[in-house]
């Protein structure tokens, strides 16, 4: 087994040339605006619509995506409402809502594409419930005629927890409203960023609005708002990671390909079938066992830290108290999953030496009839 001399984490964020951020900086230096809503932030906002090919009208930037969601849900009217939403994620997508007051329902996922069921949504739809909000998991598009279903049938608004999904065109536009995640563990970052895509326009005052204070002019404050502004170096920092972004889902889909590549004479690992954007290279294993003994190994045997999302199960998290069977396939895939490094740079050698770790480790155990 190959063992790095340097640590190889699950991720890196893409930086871009050093010179274009310093030039960037000097742009901001000469501008003395550092924050609410300076001119970088605009030109972000500019580019993000013309990359997603929706309208200013109907984007709004906040200082991370957790913050972007709360504000979202909020301003969607989800306080204090029941919302169905997915176990299998992380847990700012329904941190977010309990911070609003709102009471998240889990329903169960699709084992094809890990994403919330509309059938398993559909079944807990009771009165009361408001909105749904699924999750296009590592890139995964959920089965977005299904929400909209629901939707049309229900009345229920559709949030998507769009995190991990940018890059991923064909996301755009589905439900009432969605989140990108510009986090730098993501394929994109702006090193901290959230971005909401709304179809109504109409909401974007209001989430300027909330994003700052829900101050209105100097002697109106409208509600209870918060500080979720981007600054100028975050949107700088997004601006220059945009103009490389078909560089980046390219090198993804390069490394996505060498493992799958890897594995295709493994039966033992299955790599989880993703879209575009490959922000995520997720494997199946037999088992619990062998999936905990592969991640244990990589990490002290390989000096690879690979990473058990999602696992444990939002369900499984102490400020949700929600008992173990209600999603069985979520139970099931979150005790068999891994995610393992990829990001831009890293070496496809060190993607067959990883994924030829993997192999063997799991080979070990099989002869060692550990399983
Ligand atoms: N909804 C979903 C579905 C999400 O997945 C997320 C975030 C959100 C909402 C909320 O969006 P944000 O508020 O974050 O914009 C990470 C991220 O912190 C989180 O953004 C992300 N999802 C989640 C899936 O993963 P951790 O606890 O695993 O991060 P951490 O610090 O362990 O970093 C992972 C690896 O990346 C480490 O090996 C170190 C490396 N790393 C990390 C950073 C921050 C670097 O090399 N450089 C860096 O700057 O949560």
Redesign the pocket.
């Known amino acids: 087994m190959k063992r790095f001399s340097i640590p190889i984490?699950?991720?890196?964020?893409y930086l871009p040339p050093l010179d274009n951020f310093k030039h960037g900086c000097e742009e901001i230096w000469n501008n003395k605006w550092l924050t609410n809503n300076g001119p970088m932030l605009q030109q972000f906002q500019k580019e993000l619509s013309c990359y997603l090919g929706v309208p200013e009208t109907n984007l709004a930037l906040f200082n991370?995506?957790?913050l972007a969601?709360e504000l979202g849900y909020y301003a969607m009217g989800l306080s204090g409402e029941d919302v169905i939403t997915t176990p299998f994620?992380?847990v700012?997508?329904s941190h977010a809502l309990k911070r609003i007051g709102a009471n998240p329902i889990f329903a169960d996922i699709d084992p094809e594409t890990m994403c919330l069921s509309p059938e398993a949504a559909e079944k807990l739809i009771p009165s009361r419930t408001k909105a749904i909000v699924p999750?296009h998991v590592y890139g995964n598009m959920c089965d977005v005629d299904g929400f909209q279903r629901l939707s049309d049938k229900y009345g229920v608004k559709i949030i998507y927890?769009a995190?991990?999904a940018f890059g991923v065109k064909s996301v755009v536009g589905f439900g009432d409203m969605a989140m990108f995640?510009?986090?730098?563990?993501?394929l994109f970052h702006s090193c901290?960023?959230?971005l909401l895509v709304f179809n109504d326009a109409s909401i974007q005052e209001r989430l300027f609005e909330l994003r700052n204070f829900a101050i209105r002019s100097e002697t109106e404050c409208v509600d209870v708002g918060t500080n979720a502004k981007m600054n100028e170096f975050q949107a700088l920092m997004g601006l220059e990671c945009l103009k490389n972004m078909d560089e980046l889902l390219d090198y993804r889909q390069k490394i996505y390909m060498t493992y799958e590549d890897a594995f295709v004479d493994c039966s033992d690992v299955k790599i989880i079938p993703c879209s575009q954007n490959k922000a995520y290279v997720p494997v199946l294993f037999r088992n619990f066992k062998i999936r905990e003994r592969v991640y244990a190994e990589l990490k002290e045997g390989c000096n690879v830290?690979s990473?058990r999302?999602f696992y444990p199960l939002l369900t499984d998290f102490e400020p949700y108290s929600y008992g173990r069977g209600s999603c069985p396939v979520a139970e099931d895939i979150a005790s068999r999953v891994l995610t393992l490094p990829t990001y831009y740079g890293l070496p496809l050698e060190d993607v067959k030496a990883i994924a030829g770790n993997v192999k063997e480790i799991v080979r070990n155990m099989t002869h060692e009839r550990y399983v």
Do not use: C, Q
């Not at 995640?181 to 993501?186: A, D, G, V």
């Open positions: 984490l699950v991720t890196r964020p991370n995506g957790t969601l994620t992380f700012a997508t999750v927890d995190a991990h995640s510009f986090h730098p563990t993501k901290e960023g959230g830290f990473r999302y």
